[in-house]
């Protein structure tokens, strides 16, 4: 590794150790964060000191008992005693506690949703555009486990909308078919009731409902939980209805991308986004609002969106020791309080966005719902490139109906185009390093010496000064490169364009491309070959010798940094074997391009007319820096003294 080049990392460190610092709250900002976290804290503990001593309230007056929940697999008797067994456990829901299990079918032209009488929720989404790795119809979730589920209290019992059996509604009339019809024109509103009663006879006008609003050719799934004449039958005192919603995610991809797997993303109203852990279990109590919370993995999402907000959360991912599905992938949780005023006729309203990672459609909501794409949010300037140049470029390549693996290319080439001048001044740099090299080889022969290490540097850089050759002139643009390597990094294996999009030997470049599957795993790199990572591995050692033989300044480099120089690549073969073989195919078009322009360039500077331009600059007298002058005439003072 050249000076330049040591010099350029160094750069690239402070300049993320300091944004690092500067981004650090101070300590008054950090004592203000938790008044406000204390403060809300007391007002919610106050509430729920209120709520409780209502409650008790309640229980003393009526002079009642909460009944525990009784499974109704093992009612006996004759049918009034079930029905007085289901009134003591569901009250004024006793006639909604039992029925058949039913479901119903819905589709639009991007998904197919099933619902459950059992529960009034949508107990499976399939993407009707989108495939599993393995070409199996991709569902997000596993439908067994799927719950949504509606809590609150109903004559002191705690009544769960899971238990009950729904009725289901269309368009406000009685719907009796066995699936409803697909949306092709205006929206379907979709209505399963469960009703309440006093007795054993429903009253039409007494229901709790899970409302569903379908549109033609969209992702968005309207949802509304509606209270209709319920002030006799919730208890007085509630002002919040609890929503329960889990899901065991379904892996639909060939390998799992370590930089963006499956969690739960959540946006703090009129605040940022915030995730849980990718990598390991993990959970979140949230005692301020939220605006959404979102079940994500690498490509496809399940949100839900509050049109006002959630009062507050409890997240959690975890791995469940046994599981039924083979795909199962990682279990999802979140716990929220919806605010509810159960005295008059009451619709929480919200939606659901079932569907896939892409930018344009997320940031068409305007919520922050592209938060969850990893472009480099953590760094203001990789997610600038990503979302003005790089998105932008590749979406209109790509509406030409283009070969992505030719989108690719032409992305690279227009790329490495507008870098062009920074690579011209990164060569013209080398150039004039390497024509130095033998008066720099001849200074490090008249100091050998450890202890004229000083002398040594101070001659070197007074011929760099006099030749007029800035050894960070190489490094600067370098630098200036990097942003744009790391937003590539970032953006080809979160880009859902990409996938199952093939390419020459490759099947899917949002995933490896395997030509060669190993009877045996190798400890770091995988079991099998990806040879568009093998390619790009070769291709930058090949660089890396090239570089160092036009480079001028081998001699200068530490012990060892040769060969950690040859040695970078090569591990970042097992890094690239199991990764985005678009993002593999990426680098090695841009190697192969620089090869190119260094012939070029190697063609277009006269290195010979460059060692005269030098040779004539040493004539010229060098002009101290005002900060050279100031050291000189601190060092006169210090010697008349």
Known sequence: MNRDTTI????????????????????????????????????????????????????????????????????????????????????????SASGEEKQWIAENKQMKLTFASKGGFIKQIELKNYQTWDTLPLVIFDPSTAKLDASFFSKNRTINTSELFFVPYLNGAVFNGENFPSVTGDSLTISLRAFAADGNQTNAG??????????????????????????????????????????????????????????????????????????????????????????????????????????????????????????????????????????????????????????????????????????????????????????????????????????????????????????????????????????????????????????KQQAIMGLYKRAGANPMSGCIPMLLQMPILIAMFRFFPSSIELRQKSFLWAHDLSSYDSVLDLPFNIPFYGEHVSLFTLLMTISTIIYTHMNNQMMGSQSTQLPGMKTMMYLMPVMFLGLFNNYSSGLSYYYL??????FAQMYLFRFAINEDKLRLKIEENKKKPVKKSAFQQRLEEAAKQRGMK
Do not use: C
């Open 206 to 455: 007494q229901y709790l409902a899970l409302e569903y609003v379908l549109y033609p050719d969209t992702y968005k799934v309207g949802f509304n939980i509606v209270f209709e004449g319920m002030s006799s039958v919730i208890a007085s005192n509630t002002s919040f209805v609890n929503l329960d919603w889990s899901v065991d995610l379904l892996n639909q991809e060939r390998a799992v991308d370590r930089f963006n797997g499956p969690t739960i993303y959540y946006k703090h109203l009129n605040d940022e986004v915030d995730y849980l852990s990718e990598t390991k279990s993990d959970e979140e109590s949230i005692k301020t609002r939220v605006k959404w919370i979102s079940f994500k993995q690498q490509f496809f999402s399940s949100s839900l969106i509050a049109n006002d907000f959630f009062e507050n959360a409890d997240l959690k991912t975890f791995d469940k020791e046994k599981f039924s599905n083979v795909r199962y992938m990682k279990s999802m949780n979140a716990s929220m309080d919806l605010p509810v005023n159960p005295s008059t006729s009451e619709k929480i309203s919200m939606f659901f966005y079932f569907g896939p990672n892409s930018y344009s459609e997320l940031k068409a909501y305007d919520l922050d719902l592209e938060r969850q794409i990893p472009l480099g949010w953590g760094f203001f300037l990789l997610a600038w490139i990503n979302i003005y140049l790089v998105i932008p470029v590749f979406n209109i390549l790509g509406s030409f109906g283009w070969n992505y693996g030719i989108v690719i290319l032409v992305l690279t080439l227009i790329l490495k185009t507008f870098l062009l001048p920074i690579a011209y001044k990164t060569y013209t740099s080398s150039a004039k390093m390497r024509v130095l090299k033998p008066e720099v080889d001849e200074i490090n022969a008249k100091y050998p010496k450890q202890e004229d290490a000083m002398k």
């Open 8 to 95: 350029g990392f160094i750069l690239i460190a402070l300049i993320l150790v300091g944004y690092s610092i500067w981004m650090t709250p101070s300590k008054e900002e950090l004592a203000a964060q938790k008044q406000k976290q204390d403060s809300i804290m007391m007002v919610r503990q106050q509430q729920q000191l209120i709520d409780s001593v209502r409650m008790l309230e309640a229980l003393k007056q009526e002079e009642v008992k909460a009944v525990e929940t009784l499974p109704l697999d093992v009612i006996q008797g004759d049918s009034s005693d079930a029905f007085r067994a289901l009134q003591d456990r569901y009250g004024f829901f006793a006639v």
């Open 589 to 594: 078009l841009a190697n192969l391009i620089t």
